[in-house]
Structures are given as structure tokens and as C-alpha cells.
């Protein structure tokens, strides 16, 4: 009886180039897509130079605290949508406001970035068609309240199914 026993298959210099193809291949193939993932989204970036924001803080601490002793309050709604802000005193009396801007920030994407001017109702109360994708955003609303600068209400929201929480 004689068994044919297979050969071995011989490792040549031809297997070892396809391995080094493959493996390099893989390795800039990554490269390659976490580049562009780095590119197209959050840069970063957020201020544009440091040392002049750092010396603006102290300004910018003051301006807060002089906006809070005005004892203002605003009330944000987002539903069904529609954005609604108004903006009330100390004493709960409407603060008479010549306009509202709101931008809505993405925390980690600037492209979803999404600048709205909401118009008069009624009331004092401001209003505009936008319907934000669900998610977590930074809210900026500006309101000219006849002030030397416009009174500035920043907040961090979660939206869900197109509506605030």
C-alpha cells in the first residue's frame, strides 16, 4: 500500500510580497479614513486665539454679573416646531424687547450649526419655525432689550423627538 502524502506548499518570496501588500494596505487604508473622519468633523477649535481670550475673561465675568443683578429671566420653549422665548424682570413683568437671535450649537459639529431670528407674536413673547435634530445643543439666545449690549441667555438643552426636555 502506498499513501500519497501531500507535499507541503512552499513558502515563497511571492506569499511574503502579498502579506507586506496586505498588511501596508490595511495600515494606510485606516490612515486614510480616520483622516478624513478627522477632517470633516469637529476641529477643535474653540476660540481663535487664547491670550486675547484670556484677557477678555475678567470683562466678560463682569458683564455676566452686571446681567445677572438685573434679575431677568427668559423661559425657552422648543415643541411641535416652534421656538418661543420671551424674557421677564425681577418682578415677573414682560421686558420689552426689540428682537430675538438664537443660535443653536452642536457641542462636537459645527456644521449642524444653525443660526435663527425668531419675530414678535404677542406679548413680548418671540417666535420661530425650526425643528432641531434630536440630540444635545449648546443654545445661544441674544435678545436687544434696549441695553448697551444685547441681553445674552446661553444654555446646554437636550432635544427629543423635536422637542425640549
Known amino acids: 500500500m502506498s499513501a500519497d502524502t501531500p507535499k507541503p506548499r512552499e513558502f515563497t518570496g511571492r506569499h511574503m510580497l502579498f502579506i507586506i501588500l496586505a498588511f501596508f494596505g490595511v495600515v494606510i487604508g485606516v490612515n486614510v479614513i480616520m483622516a478624513t473622519f478627522a477632517r470633516t468633523s469637529w476641529t477643535g477649535l474653540v476660540v481663535e486665539n487664547t491670550y486675547v481670550a484670556s484677557q477678555q475673561f475678567n470683562q466678560k465675568a463682569r458683564n455676566g454679573q452686571a446681567q ?6 427668559g423661559k425657552l420653549t422648543i415643541a411641535a416646531g416652534e421656538v418661543r422665548y420671551s424674557l421677564r424682570d425681577a418682578a415677573g413683568n414682560p421686558v ?8 443653536f450649537r452642536h457641542p462636537a459639529y459645527e456644521a449642524e450649526d444653525k443660526t435663527v431670528t425668531l419675530t414678535a407674536a404677542s406679548g413680548q413673547i418671540f417666535t420661530a419655525r425650526h425643528t432641531p435634530k434630536d440630540g444635545v445643543w449648546i443654545v445661544e439666545i441674544d435678545a436687544d432689550a434696549g441695553l448697551a449690549k444685547p441681553y445674552r441667555d446661553v444654555r446646554r438643552v437636550m432635544i427629543s423627538r423635536g422637542a425640549l426636555q
Open 96 to 103: 420689552p424687547v426689540r428682537g430675538v437671535k438664537v443660535l
Open 68 to 73: 445677572a443683578a438685573l434679575g431677568w429671566t
